[in-house]
T-cell receptor
Framework: EDQVTQSPEALRLQEGESSSLNCSYTVSGLRGLFWYRQDPGKGPEFLFTLYSAGEEKEKERLKATLTKKESFLHITAPKPEDSATYLCAVLISGSARQLTFGSGTQLTVLP | DGGITQSPKYLFRKEGQNVTLSCEQNLNHDAMYWYRQDPGQGLRLIYYSQIVNDFQKGDIAEGYSVSREKKESFPLTVTSAQKNPTAFYLC????????????FGQGTRLTVV
């Protein structure tokens, strides 16, 4: 069965304290892995797409990496405005073109 | 500005009632999706449509219905057959139906009263 697991469920950091969020997946054939940011009561906002192992993408304080089994979202020197829930999703070969989401990591950055 | 508009933002439903959630996009995207989000859970796919006048069931379609009469619009009806409809509903669209870089609306929070 295709599965996407995110860890930790919740993470509290001090401002400036770098860390990483994990998204591990067991799927039959990965066509792409997506990261989204979701603020409370809002729709997810697209951050990155990764397609192959070894690929990396960066945006401001965020950097996403991909291996054959997992993806990491690295947050460097976070600020309170980075507080949100971060979702990962995978697009699977033969999946009838739908995303399978993990349950998210709720990040809180304290000033 | 291009985007996806969901309405209403909040919706209250009485037991036994059908309600319809609106989703409109002006991105000229072919594919549109409806997801349900419950606290502490990931998004689960209800229905999706890759072209006008065609749609497919997702993982949790029971108790829901959709239509796709126009490219821009993909309304979701939550019927009385859905026994636990209280949730946050998200509409999304993508350019080519592969799910890549899906753009989301701001969601509708449905509560049964």
């Amino acid at each position: 069965e295709d599965q996407v697991t995110q860890s930790p469920e919740a993470l509290r950091l001090q401002e400036g304290e770098s860390s990483s969020l994990n998204c591990s997946y067991t799927v039959s054939g990965l066509r792409g892995l997506f990261w989204y940011r979701q603020d409370p009561g809002k729709g997810p906002e697209f951050l990155f797409t990764l397609y192959s192992a070894g690929e990396e993408k960066e945006k401001e304080r965020l950097k996403a990496t991909l291996t054959k089994k997992e993806s990491f979202l690295h947050i460097t020197a976070p600020k309170p405005e980075d507080s949100a829930t971060y979702l990962c999703a995978v697009l699977i070969s033969g999946s009838a073109r739908q995303l399978t989401f993990g349950s998210g990591t709720q990040l809180t950055v304290l000033p | 500005d291009g985007g996806i508009t969901q309405s209403p933002k909040y919706l209250f439903r009485k037991e036994g009632q059908n309600v319809t959630l609106s989703c409109e996009q002006n991105l000229n995207h072919d594919a549109m999706y409806w997801y349900r989000q419950d606290p502490g859970q990931g998004l689960r796919l209800i229905y999706y449509s890759q072209i006008v006048n065609d749609f497919q069931k997702g993982d949790i379609a029971e108790g829901y219905s959709v239509s796709r009469e126009k490219k821009e619009s993909f309304p979701l009806t939550v019927t009385s057959a859905q026994k636990n409809p209280t949730a946050f509903y998200l509409c999304a669209s993508s350019m080519d139906g592969t799910g890549r870089t899906a753009f989301f609306g701001q969601g509708t929070r449905l509560t049964v009263v």
